[in-house]
């Protein structure tokens, strides 16, 4: 009887496990189709903005005319790193987290031995992570997923770029998980700044007519750019998180379904031994007494 009681209150464990992952993955479905909507919207204009960008900083004469696009012997590195603030997503952080650090020991690997490689870390959980490995962290933003606003991504994204126009860093990296669907996410490593110009496309540059000048776009619409980029992809992390969050609670829901299955099962067969044990030392008894 003692067997038939751990079994019970192990089916009793689980079928809580069970409901609470379900109710975790209902609310994550619910957070995703707002996450999702603010990313495929946002996505075209972003890359549309992007390419332009781009096009601009080619058609641009001068470093300084463009400060963002300068290009300077890589001494200093930034790594944005990109993740959630909480758990039971799968794989979802620890990827993101294994890439930026393989960046800092594979690529930067002569920056970060010259202590000369610094990390910005959006999320507690990738922040953590650098906090107690003792890596060189530069910034924290743990609260940005609380209110994900592109007026709140725009102080971020200043804070980045003033310290590349001073010369605090040569050049930034991003590090975060893309939305695909729910149940995919693609791990991206994207060159921030300086300006990326991809000269194998000279031809396909346009020839822009500055309006109203030069100067007023690269003080206006140049910062904008680089700001949605962070913007979309703080937006892309955040629906990828819900999504990763959404398939593991799914699938810790199936396994809790089978793992209870597998119990009633063996607490039945348990039950039945028992039941027929007690039978036959009740007939066994009952022959004895007659003999």
Do not use: W
């Not at 009887?1 to 079928?15: D, F, Q, Y």
């Not at 994550?28 to 603010?38: E, G, I, M, N, Y």
């Not at 393989?102 to 930067?108: F, K, S, W």
């Not at 590349?164 to 893309?178: A, H, L, P, S, W």
């Amino acid at each position: 009887m003692g067997n038939l009681k751990e079994i019970r209150i192990r089916i009793a464990s689980v079928s809580s496990t069970k409901q609470i992952t379900s109710a975790m993955k209902m609310v994550s479905a619910a957070k995703l189709r707002k996450a999702q909507d603010a990313i495929v919207q946002i996505r075209p204009y972003a890359d549309k903005l992007i390419e332009i960008l781009v096009n601009l900083s080619g058609s641009l004469d001068t470093a300084e005319e463009n400060p963002y696009s300068k290009q300077r012997q890589v001494n200093k590195v930034l790594i944005v790193l990109i993740t959630s603030n909480r758990g039971l997503c799968g794989a979802f952080n620890s990827n993101a987290i294994k890439r930026a650090v393989g960046l800092a020991h594979n690529e930067y690997a002569e920056q970060f031995k010259n202590k000369k490689l610094s990390f910005i870390a959006i999320g507690k959980t990738g922040h953590n992570f650098l906090k107690n490995k003792k890596y060189n962290i530069a910034g924290a933003y743990n609260e940005i997923f609380d209110r994900l606003t592109f007026k709140n991504v725009s102080a971020i994204a200043d804070t980045i770029m003033q310290a590349f126009v001073k010369g605090e860093f040569d050049r930034v990296d991003m590090v975060y998980n893309q939305f695909k669907n729910a149940a995919t996410q693609l791990l991206i490593t994207e060159q921030f700044l300086p300006i990326r110009i991809d000269t194998g496309k000279k031809s396909t540059i346009a020839d822009y007519i500055f309006e109203p000048s030069k100067e007023y776009i690269v003080k206006d619409l140049i910062p904008k750019s680089l700001k949605i980029q962070i913007y979309k992809a703080l937006l892309d992390s955040n629906a990828a998180e819900h999504g990763a969050r959404m398939t593991a609670m799914h699938k810790a829901t199936d396994n809790a379904t089978e793992i209870i299955r597998q119990l009633r099962l063996t607490y039945n067969k348990e039950r039945q031994s028992s039941i027929t044990k007690e039978i036959l030392e009740i007939v066994s008894g009952a022959e004895a007494l007659k003999g």
